[in-house]
Nanobody, 123 residues
Framework: QVQLLESGGGLVQAGGSLRRPCAFS????????MGWFRQAPGKGREFVAA????????SYADSVKGRFTISRDNAKNTVYLQMNSLKPEDTAVYYC????????????????WGQGTQVTVSS
């Protein structure tokens, strides 16, 4: 069974940065596409970023392009989300996600979810 353990959430001022690691265990990491989603209060879960198993392909939501970077270290079984130039509208619970068949860009395509951690950006 795949387990995803997130860390690195918290409170940051607008314009600041956070780095979010997500540790993967239970299966072969490099065979899973990985992604990040977020859910703000009163809203649905939305796609943020995703990366292929090899790391050669990435995808981003328009709202975070140029500010967020997704990467992975297959030797450490970890995916990262580097969040720069944070805005108050980035405030949400962020979820790590794994996909056994491709790159997870929709909630329905996700096979495994992390527990979710809060990121709050103050103005």
């Amino acid at each position: 069974q795949v387990q995803l353990l997130e860390s690195g959430g918290g409170l940051v001022q607008a314009g600041g940065s956070l780095r979010r690691p997500c540790a993967f265990s239970g299966r072969t990491f490099s065979r899973h596409g990985m992604g990040w989603f977020r859910q703000a209060p009163g809203k649905g879960r939305e796609f943020v970023a995703a990366i292929s198993g090899s790391g050669g392909t990435t995808s981003y939501a328009d709202s975070v392009k140029g500010r967020f970077t997704i990467s992975r270290d297959n030797a450490k079984n970890t995916v990262y989300l580097q969040m720069n130039s944070l805005k108050p509208e980035d405030t949400a619970v962020y979820y790590c996600a794994a996909d056994t068949t491709g790159i997870p860009t929709t909630p329905g395509g996700v096979d495994y979810w992390g527990q979710g951690t809060q990121v709050t950006v103050s103005s």
